[in-house]
């Protein structure tokens, strides 16, 4: 039997705790636990992250099976079922005080035989059909490990065989993603010294699709509407060579001091980052842009196989606001965009009601602009998040 300890136990709880009740992302809190454990080795932080993510995943089935409600908060008994099931040995002076001999059922709804929401599961079942099941199951699935190579300051084939025969770091580039590398196995890249130099970014291979869906030209104008901490600005300012203009906004002053910390890394010049509100007024940027993507605020639903938690901490009424900010956005943003220019709307939502519902929306009220292509991109095909990205020229 492998074994698990009192402070990976502990730690355990006390992620669960943050992620669920105080509703914080899973990655930022593990990370921040890690960093509390310096003495912890690999093997220490693979328990603890495979324990988290695995009840995040599970945590319906494993509350059914502990025959509490599908909200229940119960991590020492999640703790000791996930132990039983992966055949762990829990330590004697664990606050988990017993293991269940409980068996975790198979003979259950397709709802919580995927462990979603009932609410979430009929949802995605009414927007998708058929195909919803199929989308439920491969977002409980682990998600690839991908890099997006820096093409502005070198190749996707030079930095391969750099991560192969300098560091030993197995990978192997995507044929129709030229940018991306997905590594064989799970290395912690944060603090690699090419990461440092800014030949590479962390970004899910999908993902990386976005830029160049919004075709960007060098010596043009851009702006990223919802540039957050930046992954797609940088993909932007990379495809057009470091020449022209692109204004990144968003609401969140410590999203952009971290994209003015990666800018500086990829030594690019052409981003300017604009902190915005509800209050700014675009008016001087009128008709602006050749080029305006919105990365959307949306639920997320694509990215379950890296943040399991969005499941949990979307409501009903979330969504619902959701769609109603995008609709707004929409409105704003295409205000910017020049005769012939072209707006992208993208999100990392599977659902209609945030994609193509939109996009029948804002051409119906926007008869001056034309869709020009428009793309969802399944979870289920693949070991990558699930996106949607439409592109529209103003005529």
Same mark, same amino acid.
């Given at each position: ?205 999908? !993902? ?43 609401? !969140? ?80 943003? !295409? ?61």
């Amino acid at each position: 039997m492998k074994r698990i300890f009192d402070n990976q136990v502990n730690a355990i709880i006390m992620a669960l705790d943050e992620i669920l009740l105080h509703k914080k992302r899973a990655a930022k809190v593990l990370s921040k636990i890690v960093q509390q454990h310096p003495k912890w080795g690999a093997r220490d932080r693979r328990v603890v992250y495979d324990f988290t993510f695995g009840i995040l995943r599970w945590k319906r089935r494993l509350n059914h099976t502990l025959q509490n409600d599908d909200y229940a908060h119960d991590p020492q008994q999640w703790i000791a079922l996930w132990a039983q099931k992966n055949e762990f040995d829990l330590p004697s002076s664990s606050p988990v005080l017993a293991v269940t001999d409980k068996k975790i059922s198979g003979d259950e709804s397709p709802d919580l035989l995927t462990s979603f929401p009932q609410w979430l599961y009929a949802l995605g079942e009414k927007e998708l059909g058929e195909i919803w099941h199929e989308e439920a199951i491969s977002l409980n699935e682990k998600a690839s490990i991908c890099l997006r190579v820096n093409e502005f300051k070198t190749s996707a084939e030079s930095l391969s065989k750099e991560l192969r025969e300098k560091y030993t770091i197995e990978n192997e580039p995507l044929p129709n993603i030229p940018s991306a590398l997905i590594l064989k196995k799970g290395v912690k890249m944060e603090r690699h010294p090419l990461f440092k130099k800014g030949l590479f970014e962390i970004q899910d291979a999908y !993902s990386q699709k976005i830029a160049p869906f919004c075709q960007v030209q060098p010596a043009t104008k851009v702006i990223d509407f919802c540039a957050g901490a930046g992954g797609k600005t940088l993909h932007l300012g990379a495809l057009m060579k470091n020449k022209g203009e692109i204004l990144a906004f968003d609401p !969140s002053k410590n999203k952009l001091r971290e994209l003015q910390k990666r800018v500086k890394r990829h030594h690019l010049t052409l981003i300017e980052a604009m902190v915005t509100d509800d209050q700014t007024d675009f008016s001087p940027l009128h008709q602006w842009a050749d080029t305006v993507l919105i990365d959307a605020p949306c639920s997320g639903l694509g990215t379950l196989k890296r943040c399991p938690e969005i499941k949990w901490n979307l409501s009903q009424e979330r969504l619902e606001n959701l769609i109603s900010i995008q609709e707004e956005i929409l409105g704003k943003a !295409s205000a910017l965009v020049k005769s012939n220019g072209k707006l992208i709307y993208a999100t990392c939502s599977i659902l209609p009601s945030e994609n193509e519902k939109q996009v029948e929306k804002f051409l119906a009220t926007h008869p001056h602009f034309q869709l020009e292509a428009q793309e969802r991109l399944s979870p289920s095909n693949s070991n990558f998040d699930g996106f949607f990205m439409a592109r529209f020229v103003r005529k």
